[in-house]
T-cell receptor, first 110, second 114 residues
């Protein structure tokens, strides 16, 4: 089993739709969780950290379920500029190493 | 957040040669990391660059092939030695760590080995 697993993609959705990404992780000792965004031929950029209580940043909502070891990202009112690969990231342990999911590619169509 | 620069941004190298990639951070950071990303794949951690001590390598990566330097808290280099076409990839430097574990990335170095 992979340490971090994400929905396979690509997701093709119309502009304005709501899209949800799911991610599971295997290390129950993980403490830090992130969603990164990576545009084609660019470096990954932090989209948002994920907190136990869930957090929202504009159109983006992240949720964490520690019991199920599950993380989600919801994008509302999707824009063309949201097209990218979304990477679920979890820390391995106390030495700050991050484990990266394979990513889910999102394509927003006009 | 930290601003990270890498150079070269890309290079084309001959088989058997080596390439050294430089990573510069605009502020002192605890941790620096080197990743490889194959086309269409996610990131694979090569090693953690420790200041003042040897780098810590992940399974499948060895110091002879990927020597790393970390002379201070703002700079690191990764050398990819004895290049083969299988080393063609994007190499990314990141910095971060600390309480939040957030990592910020350089723009990457695209290496092609002929």
């Amino acid at each position: 089993r992979k340490e971090v697993e994400q929905d396979p993609g690509p997701f093709n959705v119309p502009e304005g739709a709501t899209v949800a990404f799911n991610c599971t992780y295997s290390n129950s000792a993980s403490q830090s969780f992130f969603w990164y965004r990576q545009d084609c031929r660019k470096e990954p950029k932090l989209l948002m950290s994920v907190y136990s209580s869930g957090n929202e940043d504009g159109r983006f909502t992240a949720q964490l379920n520690r019991a199920s070891q599950y993380i989600s990202l919801l994008i509302r009112d999707s824009k063309l500029s949201d097209s990218a690969t979304y990477l679920c990231v979890v820390n391995r342990d106390s030495n700050y190493q991050l484990i990266w999911g394979a990513g889910t590619k999102l394509i927003i169509k006009p | 957040s930290a601003v990270i620069s890498q150079k070269p941004s890309r290079d084309i190298c001959q088989r058997g040669t080596s390439l050294t990639i430089q990573c510069q951070v605009d502020s002192q950071v605890t941790m620096m990391f080197w990743y490889r990303q194959q086309p269409g794949q996610s990131l694979t951690l090569i090693a953690t660059a420790n200041q003042g001590s040897e780098a810590t390598y992940e399974s499948g990566f060895v110091i002879d092939k990927f020597p790393i330097s970390r002379p201070n808290l703002t700079f690191s280099t990764l050398t990819v030695s004895n290049l083969s076409p299988e080393d063609s990839s994007i190499y990314l430097c990141s910095a971060g760590g600390g309480v939040t574990d957030t990592q910020y990335f350089g723009p990457g170095t695209r290496l092609t080995v002929l």
